[in-house]
């Protein structure tokens, strides 16, 4: 009887939601006419089977206020959960459990930055990308005021207002702040570093170690020169209602080395799985210009994207933009800060914060010259000091110019024009990949780089009284790791640590060991031929060829006798190869036996919610072998126990565990622990956590193929039940060839459209999870003889 009322409560509201949407709701609208205001001539909308707009428009300003409306109708409320996340002001829009949310943004700052960059924008004048912005803008808007609104609004009871300038800086500000890891990361190695000492450090790869793979680098003379032929703050975070960027994987291969003899790129970036996926894909063409994007919600300019000329793609640099300092209150009086012996002021600001069904909270923030004091929004810092605690973090300390280095690349016609907007990226850092129909390939590491004092730890909170921790100004642009048209006749990223600058410093960050980017480059390097089609099976591998190294270890350590119902399961481990497809059942023992090594080892230092935050990190994946072969690592002692516990006391406890869960979890039969049992990808959308909303709007995708270091990244979370969800992956998957470019592919995660009752909503889902892709269309014939739809926006009269 509960089963039935449940689900006559579940049918009931389908029943309710689809009346609503009949009454107030509607598709997007992809045939017919509309009026748009401001336009100057009839601009053409052909969309393709998967909903990709293709805009062909008269002039500039037509086809960004096109793709402005068209952005809106598709992905309006996407846009606006980015831009309350950036601006603060998400507790106005769904309540008091966003507070914290809101008031952590506000103290780190990106509301006061993103109006500053804003002013400095207008400041520039009338300038190209500005105008651009500005039609996009108003095209958000006509659509806002008069377009049929998705149905989040109407369960929220809420309407949009008007797009801006600075709500669009408030974007870049967010997912500039997903990129830095240093919130997630110092103040735990700071705990590590002063409750256990430095040989508990220097058990994990804290920094780069010899056996990870860097990044080469290859510097020109000069571009003009070139032939132009759960912690806390884990919860607090995830209460976000949109991706955080997580990584990116890229390659370009010369000409030298494919069958067109032109040049190849390929991308796929890392980002947390989400509905809508994050990328809007868009082709722009109008007299003198011709752009197949890959949009943010919210910004005008392809972040990756392509023109007849060059592609221009990226990955995480990670390098480490934040630091945090510890201040020295003067004893003569707490509202100053002393470094030395001189005393500095710390200035206090309040803010406003809007929260829907309540009373505004005045938020009060101080900042020292180091930047704001982060100890009432990070808990994690509070419980380590009840000194003030400092954010210094490079993208606050000048104003953006994103949109400019973007509008930039996206309209360049040289490899030049390109390295100069480059340059004008100071945050978040971003490996910037290009190639050009000249034969040109390069990568640049976009980034302003500090020079730190030489007291200062670049993960460890320092001592911001010592003016040797002090920051002491920036290595010159000139000088960021790149490589341009290199020997090896390929470039490559993976998030792993690019090679020493030209001045010779090898810069610090959270970089991945490189794993990803070895298998890369291996691959590329063992042929000549390569076409759009041979790449597709690098970019949908799943080996992880240092996996197999780790579980031949971890199997010498104990007796097998000890196992021996288990004899066939562990003999299937010891020849594994480290792929991770999902008919496989030894990825899914040895990441539970991974899993328990790594718990049994450190939480009974760190805690449950200690160790649950050290998961968010980056330092499990850049420290598995290293932690799991030194014999000596103090992490293998139980805290809690009289007795000395060694390597093999622990790993051998963690595979009993593991077997016990397995048979308890899958059944008593290994060769029915199948990968696929274990792992699943749900596409959540900000309001599936409600049920039943989750019937409604989430994308179930089920079991995929991956693993956190193979080339098919995924980022897995392990749940309560023993399976591991899918937290994040390729939120694209891009891949074209110089030589027959209007016969790119590419593919997304979900759909194109972020309206649930678009058909193009999750469309792609069954391609992305299979591995397949579709057509990235550029030539206007066959757009315009195959696409069933065509919208037609006119001027408004």
């Known amino acids: 009887m509960k089963k039935f009322l449940s689900l006559l409560g579940f049918v009931s509201f389908l029943l309710i939601v689809g009346i609503l949407v009949l009454i107030f709701i509607k598709s997007p609208k992809y045939n017919g006419e509309v009026s748009l205001p401001g336009l100057s001539q009839s601009t053409e909308v052909y969309f393709d089977e998967y909903g990709i707009p293709h805009i062909y428009a008269q002039n500039e300003s037509d086809a960004y206020r096109a793709l402005g409306y068209i952005h809106a109708q598709e992905r309006l409320f996407q846009l606006e959960m980015m831009r309350r996340v950036g601006s603060g ?300 605690v400092s954010s210094w973090w490079v993208y606050l300390l000048e104003p953006a110019k994103s949109f400019e280095a973007v509008y930039k690349m996206n309209h360049a016609q040289s490899i030049t024009e390109v390295a100069e907007a480059v340059a004008l990226i100071h945050a978040p850092g971003l490996n910037i990949m290009y190639g050009d129909a000249e034969g040109n390939i390069a990568w640049w590491a976009a980034a302003k780089l500090p020079i730190r004092g030489k007291k200062a730890h670049s993960k460890i909170i320092a001592d911001g009284s010592d003016p040797e921790t002090q920051p002491k100004g920036w290595y010159p642009f000139e000088e960021n790791p790149k490589s341009i048209n290199p020997p090896s006749g390929f470039v490559a990223s993976a998030n792993n640590q690019p090679d020493s600058t030209r001045g010779g410093h090898l810069f610090p960050g959270y970089y991945f060991p490189g794993e990803r980017w070895n298998r890369i480059a291996k691959t590329i390097s063992s042929r000549s031929d390569w076409d759009v089609k041979s790449l597709q099976s690098l970019q949908l591998e799943t080996i992880n060829e240092v996996f197999p190294q780790i579980a031949q270890f971890m199997l010498a350590e104990v007796n097998r006798e000890d196992f021996e119902e288990f004899a066939e399961a562990l003999e299937r481990l010891e020849t594994w190869d480290g792929d991770h497809q999902i008919k496989k059942t030894e990825p899914t023992l040895f990441y539970k036996w991974l899993l328990h090594t790594w718990r049994l080892a450190m939480e009974d230092e760190l805690g449950k919610e200690g160790f649950e935050a050290f998961l968010q990190t980056f330092i499990m994946v850049n420290s598995n072998r290293h932690f799991i072969t030194k014999e000596d690592n103090p992490w293998w002692d139980k805290q809690d126990t009289p007795e000395k516990e060694t390597r093999e006391d622990i790993i051998r406890e963690a595979l009993s565990l593991s077997l016990n869960e397995l048979s308890q979890q899958l059944g008593n039969n290994p060769k029915e622990w199948n990968w696929e049992k274990v792992v699943n990808l749900v596409h959540p959308h900000p309001l599936g956590s409600q049920k039943p909303l989750d019937k409604l709007f989430n994308v179930q995708a089920g079991p995929i193929a991956g693993n956190e270091e193979a080339v098919n990244k995924l980022t897995l979370k392990p749940m309560p039940d023993g399976t591991y969800q899918v937290v994040a992956g390729p939120a694209i998957r891009i891949m074209l060839d110089f030589g027959d470019l209007e016969n790119s592919v590419s593919v997304l995660p979900t759909g194109n459209s972020g309206n649930r009752f678009s058909k193009h909503y999750a469309d792609q889902k069954e391609l992305f999870v299979k591995g397949k892709y579709r057509p990235q269309e550029m030539n206007e014939a066959r757009i315009k003889e195959r696409s069933e739809n065509k919208l037609i926006l006119n001027p408004a009269d």
Not at 101 to 109: E, P, Y
Not at 187 to 216: D, M
């Open 89 to 388: 002001t998400l507790a106005e829009f769904l309540g008091k459990d966003l507070l914290e949310v809101d008031q952590f943004f506000h103290t780190l700052g990106i509301p006061k930055h993103a109006k500053e960059s804003t002013e400095t924008l207008i400041a520039q004048g009338t300038t190209p990308w500005r105008t651009a912005s500005e039609a996009y803008i108003e095209g958000v808007n006509e659509f806002i005021a008069h377009g049929n609104l998705p149905v989040e609004y109407l369960l929220l009871g809420e309407k949009p207002r008007p797009y801006t300038l600075e709500d669009m800086h408030s974007i870049v500000g967010y997912m500039s702040f997903t990129f830095a890891m240093a919130v997630k990361t110092d103040p735990l190695l700071t705990k590590i570093s002063r409750n256990f000492g430095p040989e508990y450090l220097n058990s994990l790869a804290v920094e780069t170690l010899p056996e990870h793979h860097v990044i080469p680098v290859h510097y020109p003379d000069s571009t003009t020169s070139i032939s132009t032929s759960t912690s806390t703050l884990t919860a607090l975070l995830e209460k976000i209602p949109v991706p955080q960027l997580q990584g990116s994987n890229a390659w370009v291969i010369s000409g030298n080395r494919t069958q067109s003899e032109k040049v190849i790129f390929s991308n796929d970036t890392h980002i947390g799985f989400s509905s809508p996926s994050v990328w809007f894909e868009a082709h722009l063409e109008y007299p003198g210009f011709s752009f197949y994007g890959n949009h943010l919600a919210g910004i005008p300019f392809g972040f990756m994207g392509n023109n007849r000329h060059h592609s221009i793609g990226l990955t995480m640099f990670e390098n480490d933009d934040q630091d945090f300092f510890e201040e020295k209150l003067n004893p003569e009086n707490p509202n100053e800060i002393l470094i030395g012996e001189e005393a500095f002021p710390i200035q206090t600001r309040k803010e406003i914060i809007r929260v829907k069904g309540q009373d505004p909270v005045e938020w009060e923030i101080r900042e020292t010259p180091h930047g704001p004091i982060i100890n009432p929004v990070v808990k994690e810092i509070a419980d380590l000091t009840s000194n003030p």
